[in-house]
């Protein structure tokens, strides 16, 4: 059996021209080279996979004027570490001492770190006077994934480089190309579902392009990729689409049902669910196209069917899966929870209004047959002519007629003396107050809301003004402060009560209290107070006004030196006695 050596150890990059996707970090470090001014300290810094250690190798060996392709004569000069096991101090004491010795061969000695985040506290404080005045033949070059974990005095000292993930549309070229060199089949789509499970690491996508060539033996096809990573293809979603679309809840239910039998994750499903409608959204304008990182033929389906659904469909549904991603951590049954999202989704729009869950009264009534329209009116009218027949019968049937006409009569002059404000705002608003409204459509309620609009400043503007006297004043107070014994507020009703008041001209109502903390709590009652004696009064003028009564007599704690200063103005002779026994007032 022949050694296997896997593609992510097969391919690594040998020189900088072989790094994917950090172009402006590989260039930037060449050019250091080329021109002697590379710093002494360097930290790369990126998620995993993304070519931190590998740049990190190329440069060293680049530092030596090495051929990338060996190892050989300058391989003592690389010294690479884990600090996931070299974390002490003790470790950092060493590499401190093995740093003093310069290189026997060759012009620098390259400590690669990896994993530095892990290094102990005091581990990197052992190491802050290293990296700060490093000698000559000395370059350390520190790798994390996790740049927030080490402390700033580190940071500070070093030259930083950021790692960022590399797209899925390189990755996909890239492992479209080993394909090529190894002769395998393969599908576009399958490359893309790849790179997009990769999630911007190269090296996990090599470790998932090798799984894949093994489970489908060199014919990688997007179905089969998509089984085996546990992911939705293009055309699954497609179709969940379709029935979104057409409200077909039963067969949306019955193919989320299929899904989950065959292994399927909630949170993945409802991720993909949620990035299909991203793109359907993004595909609608040419300027936001390029943001689609889907395969051609995966955009151009896209493009088709994003004609039917409008751009505000497309926002609220994205809204609605965010908020079933959000919250199926927090629930037990995440079934349901996603069955009730996909109802929601299918029930989002009625012909275009936004979120109606029920279908109007409009649509109810504009949906009836002809013959069904025919039958409303034989019995509208058959009530309408029972009902005359018994009015008639009715001994009563004048006095009916007479109010009905007085009552149809001052509805007439009511309607023909609207306020002109209120058929403006009606008009402004497309609400026509003649035309007949279901009293359950969302018409009526617009039109209701619209005359208490209007109408309620109106009534505002009709102030009661009846005159009152002390007496009817102290009735309504004492029904008050009842009340409020009623409600357990025995404290403000006893003041109410125990505190005399009097009236004055404006309609002013006086309270006279004793102290500033009566006055307190009469204030904060008297906003209830008012209203309430507007009420009973019927009078809209009502002011009430708190004052503290100048008879009451506050009692005053005086200090020692303030007692000792008003005997000494009685009897001066105080003072001798103060200086002979030494006291202090």
């Known amino acids: 059996m022949e050694t296997y050596v896997v593609s992510a150890l097969k391919y690594r990059p040998k020189s900088f021209s072989e790094v994917i996707g950090q172009y402006s970090i590989t260039k930037t470090l060449e050019n250091s080279i080329k021109i002697n001014q590379l710093a002494q300290a360097l930290l790369f810094c990126g998620p995993r996979g993304v070519g931190k250690t590998s740049c990190a190798r190329i440069l060293a ?60 506290n005091s581990a990197f404080n052992a190491f802050l006077k290293t990296l700060e005045e490093p000698p000559k033949h000395a370059i350390f070059i520190l790798a994390t994934t996790e740049k927030n974990k080490i402390i700033p005095t580190v940071l500070s000292r070093c030259q930083i480089y950021d790692f960022k993930r590399i797209t899925i549309k390189d990755i996909q070229l890239y492992l479209s190309n080993i394909a090529e060199k190894n002769k395998l089949s393969f599908q576009e789509n399958a490359m893309f579902l790849i790179a997009q499970k990769a999630d911007g690491s190269l090296r996990d996508a090599l470790s998932i392009f090798d799984r894949m060539v093994n489970f489908t033996n060199g014919n990688l096809t997007e179905i089969a990729v998509a089984k085996n990573l546990n992911l939705l293809d293009q055309q699954t979603y497609s179709e969940l689409g379709e029935m979104i679309f057409s409200k077909d809840i039963h067969q949306l239910l019955k193919k989320y049902d299929e899904l989950i039998q065959i292994g399927m994750n909630d949170l993945q499903f409802i991720k993909g669910l949620g990035n299909y409608f991203r793109n359907l959204m993004f595909a609608k304008d040419k300027k936001t196209l390029t943001l689609l990182e889907v395969s051609e033929s995966a955009k151009a389906n896209y493009l088709n069917n994003t004609e039917k659904i409008s751009i505000n469909y497309l926002i609220d549904a994205i809204s609605l899966v965010n908020n079933c991603e959000i919250n199926i951590k927090n629930v037990s049954e995440k079934r349901v929870h996603i069955e009730l ?215 005053q704690i005086y200090t020692p030196t303030e007692k000792y200063q008003y005997l000494l103005q009685l009897n001066p002779q105080l003072e001798e006695l103060r200086k002979k026994f030494n006291l202090d007032f």
């Not at 530092?63 to 101090?89: G, H, K, M, Q």
């Not at 009715?394 to 007629?401: G, P």
């Not at 359950?440 to 505002?460: D, G, Y």
């Not at 004696?533 to 007599?553: A, F, G």
């Open 341 to 555: 999202t996909l109802m929601q989704l299918a029930s989002l729009h009625f012909d275009g209004e936004k979120k109606n869950y029920i279908i109007p009264a409009s649509k109810i009534k504009n949906n009836f047959s002809g013959r069904e329209r025919n039958s409303l009116d034989q019995k509208k009218s058959n009530f309408i002519s029972n009902t005359d027949v018994s009015l008639s019968s009715s001994k009563e049937k004048k006095d009916v007629n007479n109010k009905s006409k007085t009552t149809h009569n001052s509805f007439n002059s009511y309607e023909s003396n609207l306020n002109d404000n209120v058929k403006n705002d009606l008009k402004k608003r497309n609400i026509n107050p003649l035309e007949p409204v279901s009293s359950f459509s969302l018409s009526s309620i617009a039109l209701k809301k619209a005359v208490n609009k209007t109408i309620e400043p109106i009534k505002k503007n009709i102030e009661l003004k009846e005159n009152f006297n002390l007496e009817a004043v102290n009735k309504d107070l004492n029904q008050y402060v009842e009340n409020l014994k009623n409600e357990g507020k025995k404290n403000i009703a006893s003041i109410l009560s125990m505190n005399p008041i009097s009236l004055s001209d404006n309609y002013k109502i006086h309270f006279k209290v004793a102290n500033e903390m009566n006055r307190v709590e009469v204030n904060i009652e008297k906003e209830r107070l008012l209203p309430f004696l507007k009420k009973h009064l019927k009078n809209d003028k009502i002011k009430i006004e708190v004052e503290i009564s100048e008879n009451s007599k506050q009692e």
């Open 61 to 120: 060996n680049m530092i030596n004027d090495n051929d990338a392709n060996t190892f050989e004569d300058f391989s003592f000069n690389v010294f690479e570490l884990d600090a996931a096991s070299n974390n002490s101090v003790e470790d950092i004491r060493k590499i401190n001492e093995q740093v003093r010795i310069p290189p026997q061969i060759g012009s620098h000695k390259v400590y690669i770190i990896d994993e530095v985040h892990m290094l102990s």
